[in-house]
């Protein structure tokens, strides 16, 4: 069954450092990984997407990740954090019973960033 | 192109009354999910539609949720009668590939 592990419920960076979400996953065929956001108040938006293209993923934003088979991972990153940037990011994988890539997302726990001045 | 739409964006009941969540999904997009988050936990499946077949209902938590699909547009998730335990942001999602666009939630409290 496919799972997401999420670590770090909360990261706190300073305006301008490099931004670093860790996402671990486990799926037993090549996953549908996604990255989505959610500002204060607002509902999930998309930030990036893999379906085994390029491992190199470039989000909106800035953001992007990279694909890492041999180590079960897709890290969210982005050089230069701004203050609008701070907000609960969720790491997500294709999962559950009907397979193929329309089934639903399974989620990780998201992890809140804050964006120090 | 208007997207997912969630109606209402907040609702506050009483334990045993009932609630009704509706979704308009984003023109043309067969497929569509629901999805709840509750206080301090994950984001979690609730069920699928393909038009207006349920394709998997395998995340509903018990028979006091019902979901339906009318004509393959909007749908709406009724709560009858809620509990406590059913209080958090209910989020609708539709695509039609391996996209999902979502929603900006119902948050339900259920007192």
């Known amino acids: 069954a496919q799972s997401v592990t999420q670590l770090g419920s909360h990261v706190s960076v300073s305006e301008g450092a490099l931004v670093l979400l860790r996402c671990n996953y486990s799926s037993s065929v090549p996953p549908y990984l996604f990255w989505y956001v959610q500002y204060p108040n607002q509902g999930l938006q998309l930030l990036l997407k893999y379906t085994s293209a390029a491992t190199l993923v470039k989000g909106i934003n800035g953001f992007e990740a990279e694909f890492k088979k041999s180590e079960t991972s897709f890290h969210l990153t982005k050089p230069s954090a701004h203050m609008s940037d701070a907000a609960e990011y969720f790491c997500?994988?294709?999962?559950?019973?009907?397979?193929?890539?329309?089934?639903?997302?399974?989620f990780g726990k998201g992890t809140k960033l804050s964006v120090k001045p | 192109e208007a997207g997912v739409t969630q109606f209402p964006s907040h609702s506050v009941i009483e334990k045993g009354q009932t609630v009704t969540l509706r979704c308009d999904p984003i023109s043309g997009h067969d497929n569509l999910y629901w999805y709840r988050r509750v206080m301090g936990k994950e984001i979690k499946f609730l069920l699928h539609f393909v038009k207006e077949s349920k394709q998997d209902e395998s995340g509903m938590p018990n028979n006091r949720f019902l979901a339906e699909r009318t004509g393959g547009t909007y749908s709406t998730l009724k709560v009858q009668p809620a509990e406590l335990e059913d209080s958090g942001v209910y989020f609708c999602?539709?695509?039609?590939?391996?996209?999902?666009?979502f929603g900006p939630g119902t948050r339900l409290t259920v007192l």
């Open positions: 997500a994988v294709i999962g559950g019973n009907y397979g193929g890539s329309q089934g639903n997302l399974i």
């Open positions: 999602a539709s695509g039609v590939t391996d996209t999902q666009y």
